[in-house]
């Protein structure tokens, strides 16, 4: 199973790392493959242009972003048809109506890889030796699938929603098919998603630590704010009802003088009682002086 190559996923780059497991050694880079998207933007361009570049369908396709390639990493299948031209390789629907692909269907087996796509996400599906594997990067190494399983996985795939297309063509020999035909792999256990581990995949322990420590300090700082504007709140309601007793009392002591002083609000009248809100900023106002 070391003997084979196997890119681990990194951002969006699962075309490349599709490619790379079909071909079995790291021969596309994310610059080459985005060569080539770029290449296939200018072909259509060219097409939509001869319809007229003053038409409102060519200034609508300028405005758009590209199809084939974006700065994520994401490549289309044209990309990836277009990188396995160099190699003398196609790619065939494996629901079509091809001969190849209702051959495929009848027994899976007999050919020698399969690419499959759902939504922004690449896999190959690849012979080695005699034994096919699932190369998804998105597992931490190669999962070994048996010939009885190979059909009714690709079913799976295609009930999942999966784009499937047939390999056709020769594929370049690697150094596994031949250890592989020799002594065949043994999987005990099945390689688990990247996404299972304790840390995500493209993520290290301390960015992880650095994350947790950050939601802690989060929490204890809602709480502190919390917990100062309980002691605000409390404090502000005892001032008050202190300010309301006090005025009551004035108010049946006539002719006595008040036991504090406070400046009375200029838009209050002896002709009319205090409002709530002039009541409680001059009972903040006290708070303060007698602190």
Not at 27 to 35: K, M, Q
Not at 57 to 69: A, E, H, I, M, T
Not at 175 to 200: C, M, Y
Not at 221 to 228: T, V
């Amino acid at each position: 199973m070391e003997a084979i190559f196997h890119e681990k996923q990194e951002g969006s780059l699962c075309a490349q790392h599709c490619l790379n497991a079909l071909l079995q050694a790291p021969y596309f880079t994310a610059v080459e493959l985005a060569t080539l998207g770029r290449q296939i933007d200018e072909e259509e361009r060219s097409q939509m242009a001869e319809g007229g570049v003053q038409s409102e369908d060519y200034r609508r396709f300028l405005q758009q972003p590209s199809g084939n390639v974006d700065d994520s990493g994401y490549f289309s299948v044209q990309v990836i048809a277009s990188a396995l031209k160099v190699w003398g390789l196609d790619l065939v629907p494996y629901s079509s109506q091809n001969p190849l692909a209702e051959a495929a269907r009848n027994d899976p087996i007999q050919q020698s890889a399969y690419i499959c796509n759902f939504r922004d996400h690449w896999l190959t599906i690849r012979k080695i030796g005699n034994q096919w594997f699932n190369l998804n990067s998105l597992l931490v190494g190669p999962e070994l699938i048996s010939d009885t399983y190979l059909a009714l996985f690709l079913a799976q795939l295609q009930d999942g929603g999966y784009s499937i297309f047939i390999v056709d063509g020769k594929l370049p020999e690697c150094t596994a098919d031949a250890l592989l035909r020799l002594s065949p792999a043994v999987q005990r256990e099945k390689p688990r998603l990247i996404s299972e581990l304790k840390a995500p995949y493209g993520v290290s322990q301390e960015e992880d630590e650095d994350k947790a420590l950050n939601d802690a300090l989060t929490r204890t700082l809602a709480e502190s704010i919390q917990m100062e504007d309980d002691c605000l709140q409390a404090a502000l309601s005892m001032s008050l009802n202190e300010f309301q007793s006090a005025s009551s009392s004035r108010n049946l002591s006539s002719g006595s003088t008040a036991n504090y002083q406070y400046e009375q609000p200029t838009t209050a009248t002896p002709d009319r009682e205090m409002s709530e809100q002039e009541m409680l900023e001059a009972a903040i106002k006290m708070s303060m002086e007698t602190s």
